[in-house]
């Protein structure tokens, strides 16, 4: 039975563990780059730093799951999946950044600890919403088989 299960479920599991890989490098980029603008700029410009580090670490993410996590999948246009990516990007952002907003405006911490923890809990719940999104109308389903070697050419002599 959970020979089964695995079975099943191996390819979600694969592109899960994937797509965590290249989203904690994009965490990590992300982060980097918002901290240092925090630092830089101070309490004004929590909002614009979140938003510059979250544009820098996408382009990172969708490099990555085009060519590694959903490499797979079906090639539906650059342009296509880069909007759309860059899109519902937009939507996991705004979950981050209302939960910044949030812990600021609302709840009135201001400390760079309090922004890290409202932008851990933002990038989570928005995390939830991209890995189903991508999946959904970004990253489409193969198809056709993707082959896992390249097909021989027959030389005539």
Not at 24 to 50: D, K
Not at 55 to 81: C, K, M
Not at 85 to 106: A, D, P, Q, R
Request: charged share 15%; aromatic share 16%; net charge positive.
């Amino acid at each position: 039975m959970i020979r089964r299960l695995y079975q099943r479920f191996a390819a979600l599991v694969h592109e899960l563990a994937k797509f965590g890989v290249i989203g904690a490098i994009a965490f990590v980029i992300s982060y980097g780059v918002r901290n240092v603008l925090w630092v830089l700029w101070g309490s004004e410009g929590t909002i614009t730093a979140t938003v510059i580090a979250t544009v820098i670490a996408t382009t990172f993410a969708y490099v990555g799951n085009r060519y590694w996590t959903y490499r797979h999948r079906d090639q539906s246009g650059l342009g296509r999946e880069y909007l759309l990516f860059f899109m519902l990007n937009g939507i996991g952002l705004l979950i981050e950044v209302l939960c910044v907003g949030f812990s600021k405006y609302t709840l009135g911490f201001q400390s760079l600890l309090a922004n890290n923890i409202a932008s851990l809990i933002g990038t989570g719940l928005g995390t939830l919403f991209r890995f189903w999104s991508y999946r959904r109308w970004v990253f489409l389903e193969a198809t056709e088989p993707i082959p896992a070697e390249l097909p021989e050419v027959k030389q005539d002599r």
